[in-house]
């Protein structure tokens, strides 16, 4: 299962370096105050291809998330890497994927909602994808089922408490999310033609008809945290 861990800049990042090395996949959650820097720092952490993102008229809640993003992902793959934070470019590829220029064996995956920030690092070249949600979030139960579900999830739904519906579809909905990011595939992927199995904190990938995709190798875990907020995490094989 892939571990689960809070930071804050004051924190060690011992336990991160640990699971990564021993899991090959870790992920991790923040509060975005935590991270913030000052307007006068900003520029060293957004050098390079990302730097254009900052030119445009920002509200300054966002501003400051993206900053705080940067300032974790530089901090936290800086430690690991055994680099100084500031000298981690992160770009993205093609599809959107974010990179961390000149460490393609280090993968990346950023998510947030409000000032949650969760990352995921994959170690050898596995990809992964993360993805955060407040657990208490409003769900419009049949509106989400259809954009989200295949026919064999509804059919699992409609077998459970109504109670359960909005807890089970922000699961499915962070998982199919995170499976999206580690592929690179972004929003390009309908979630209506892969499905999930829920088994305790874990789940296994399976096609429109609810029968379990390869490879096996591939591991998708959600964690409740402390602060209520889903985290899902999904790790793959190494590329090529």
């Not at 599809?95 to 000032?115: C, F, K």
């Amino acid at each position: 299962m892939t571990p689960l861990v809070a930071v804050a800049p004051a924190d060690s990042l011992g336990p991160v370096r640990a699971a990564l090395a021993r899991y090959g996949d870790v992920a991790v959650h923040a509060d975005a105050a935590d991270w913030a820097v000052d307007r006068a720092e900003e520029a060293a952490l957004w050098a390079g291809a990302e730097r254009g993102r900052l030119t445009g008229p920002l509200p300054a809640p966002v501003r400051r998330r993206l900053v705080a993003s940067r300032r974790l992902v530089r901090c936290v793959a800086g430690s690991v890497l055994g680099v100084d934070p500031l000298l981690l470019e992160l770009t993205r590829d093609p599809g959107g994927r974010p990179r961390l220029r000149g460490y393609a064996h280090l993968q990346v995956s950023l998510s947030h909602t409000g000032n949650r920030l969760a990352l995921a690092l994959g170690a050898g070249g596995v990809p992964v994808g993360v993805d955060v949600e407040r657990a208490d979030r409003p769900v419009r139960v049949e509106t989400l089922a259809r954009r989200i579900c295949t026919p064999r999830e509804r059919a699992v739904l409609a077998g459970l408490p109504p109670a359960e519906h909005p807890a089970v579809l922000l699961r499915l909905w962070t998982l199919k999310e995170a499976h999206a990011k580690a592929l690179g595939a972004g929003l390009r992927l309908p979630f209506t033609g892969f499905g999930f199995r829920l088994l305790g904190r874990t789940a296994v990938l399976t096609d429109d008809r609810g029968q379990p995709v390869r490879p096996v190798e591939s591991r998708f875990t959600t964690h409740l945290t402390a602060t209520g907020h889903l985290v899902s995490v999904a790790a793959g094989s190494p590329a090529g």
